[in-house]
């Protein structure tokens, strides 16, 4: 963690920062109430009970927070309320009825071959709103972008902001939406424009460190979305590269007839595919990016199947 933005950081606040697959987790720790805002990955669900218990103790977790729903900041929530029965949980509105109804096909897990186990929630974390934690006001922002359901939270006092991936120190997250044919390289803009209007101090974003350069960060995500809006099949590529990497990252090897299968199963594949690399098979598309993320190092391929590196 970067020392000098965590100086800033509210005295009831613990910042997990974890590598992929999972998000960051922030845990507060008031006197009337603990939470966590986002879960992590499915997979690092264990991690993610170890990190809240070594925190708290015998203390309960209360409730949690998730700024948006994808599995890599939810993916915990099944095994925290497993753990913890009596656990609130807040979700952003725009998602809430899939949930209820557990429809993995309108919620993002089928379409993006990941793993998410169902959970329930109990209350809306409404834009517009304020969400006590650590007993303390937390202006609730809609963030829509990387996701058109995604929330930030501010803190006014301390003027410290959840980020989540509308802005990492380096950038933010893909805009998925973009990829469905559903403009929002200009949401992505109006949160970057939210985001300095709100002045923060110091940001805990969905990825990376918590950092202080707020005014560099969000010129380097604007010079980045300039760019993607001059090359949208550049994002789109990136896109798979980066769905293909988190699955390897999750199995960590596998067989090459246990990789196509996911490749074939996957309908976000596809989906961008026919859009931006018509003329090109899904088998091939794949295949090239495979390559390149060989040549990057990022993955190994031989007879007896495809292993992360």
């Known amino acids: 963690m970067n020392d000098r933005a965590a100086a800033g950081l509210p005295a009831n606040l613990v910042v997990f920062e974890r590598g ?67 656990l609130q949980t807040d979700i952003p509105p725009g998602e809430a009825a899939l949930v209820e109804q557990w429809d993995e096909r309108g919620l993002s897990f089928l379409a993006t071959g990941q793993t998410c186990p169902r959970f329930r929630f109990t209350g809306l974390l409404q834009p517009g709103t304020e969400c006590m934690l650590g007993g303390s006001p937390w202006q609730v922002h809609s963030a829509p972008g990387h996701d058109p359901h995604s929330v930030i939270l501010f803190d006014p006092a301390s003027r410290t902001l959840i980020s989540a991936d509308a802005l990492w120190e380096s950038g933010f997250g893909i805009a998925f939406p973009e990829l469905a044919g559903e403009p929002s390289f200009g949401d992505l803009a109006a949160t970057l424009d939210r985001i300095e209007m709100l002045g923060p101090l110091q940001v805990i974003p969905g990825h990376g460190r918590v950092f202080n350069e707020v005014g560099s960060a969000l010129a380097t995500a604007r010079r980045r979305l300039e760019g993607l809006q001059r090359d949208p099949v550049k994002h789109a590529r990136h896109a798979i590269k980066v769905l293909m990497k988190f699955k390897l990252l999750e199995v960590q090897s596998t067989a090459l007839d246990d990789w196509k299968a996911w490749i074939r199963s996957t309908p976000y594949l596809d989906a961008i595919r026919s859009r931006f690399f018509a003329d090109v098979e899904l088998e091939q598309l794949a295949g090239d990016v495979l390559h390149e993320l060989i040549v990057a190092g990022a993955a190994e391929m031989d007879s007896s199947g495809i292993r992360n590196t």
Do not use: K
């Open 20 to 86: 992929w697959l999972s998000s960051n987790s922030i845990l507060f720790t008031g006197a009337a109430e603990t939470a966590l805002v986002d879960t992590g990955y499915a997979t690092h669900a264990d991690q993610t009970l170890a990190l809240v218990e070594s925190a708290l103790g015998t203390r309960p977790l209360d409730r949690i927070v998730n700024t948006h729903l994808h599995s890599d900041h939810c993916g915990g929530n099944a095994a925290l309320q497993q753990r913890y029965p009596a």
